[in-house]
T-cell receptor, first 111, second 113 residues
Framework: EADIYQTPRYLVIGTGKKITLECSQTMGHDKMYWYQQDPGMELHLIHYSYGVNSTEKGDLSSESTVSRIRTEHFPLTLESARPSHTSQYLC??????????FGSGTRLTVV | EDQVTQSPEALRLQEGESSSLNCSYTVSGLRGLFWYRQDPGKGPEFLFTLYSAGEEKEKERLKATLTKKESFLHITAPKPEDSATYLCAVQGEYGGSQGNLIFGKGTKLSVKP
């Protein structure tokens, strides 16, 4: 079954550590997105990609970076995690016809 | 500028008490309007896509409708398991959103037994 996968589901990590949040999709979608969402709050777009070697920053400024070396893979990296990075990170993908398919999210806690 | 406004922010219903959620939008050429359901701690789950004014779609107790300025999500005889945050999003044909979805802030629905 085609789907979108995020790992890890939960991550607790110390300040200053480097982390990579993984996102993979099996639907062959060109477009992929990363959103940040605090509990009970709205979605904020932080990065998006329209295809391999294409990445753009979203509406919300973020210290994270992304890469798109393969169509199916869109990892997000924080070089030095801080408590202010504590949030839920949601990955999504889409084709050009329909809406987005979201992953289950990674809940990140930086202590 | 493309914009989506959802109301109310929160809605409390008794089980069986029907109601509607509103999504008002401004967009340069509507390509599609989307409704999602989001449970706490999870990613949004796709419900409906509407493409043109007058279009309606139904799924179980939910019915989505679309006009040129707004969309409604009607909930008929809701059950406690319908409790969630409902998100509305639009995709524009042109403009600064570059075809990306513009999300509203959502309506948090609570259905009490």
């Amino acid at each position: 079954e085609a789907d979108i996968y995020q790992t890890p589901r939960y991550l607790v990590i110390g300040t200053g550590k480097k982390i990579t949040l993984e996102c993979s999709q099996t639907m062959g979608h060109d477009k992929m997105y990363w959103y940040q969402q605090d509990p009970g709050m709205e979605l904020h777009l932080i990065h998006y990609s329209y295809g391999v070697n294409s990445t753009e920053k979203g509406d919300l400024s973020s210290e994270s970076t992304v890469s798109r070396i393969r169509t199916e893979h869109f990892p997000l990296t924080l070089e030095s995690a801080r408590p202010s990075h504590t949030s839920q990170y949601l990955c999504a993908s889409s084709d050009y016809r329909d809406g987005y398919t979201f992953g289950s999210g990674t809940r990140l806690t930086v202590v | 500028e493309d914009q989506v406004t959802q109301s109310p922010e929160a809605l409390r219903l008794q089980e069986g008490e029907s109601s509607s959620l509103n999504c008002s939008y401004t967009v340069s050429g509507l390509r599609g309007l989307f409704w999602y359901r989001q449970d706490p701690g999870k990613g949004p789950e796709f419900l409906f896509t509407l493409y043109s004014a007058g279009e309606e779609k139904e799924k179980e107790r939910l019915k989505a409708t679309l006009t040129k300025k707004e969309s409604f999500l009607h909930i008929t005889a809701p059950k406690p398991e319908d409790s969630a945050t409902y998100l509305c999003a639009v995709q524009g044909e042109y403009g600064g959103s570059q075809g990306n979805l513009i999300f509203g802030k959502g309506t948090k629905l609570s259905v009490k037994p």
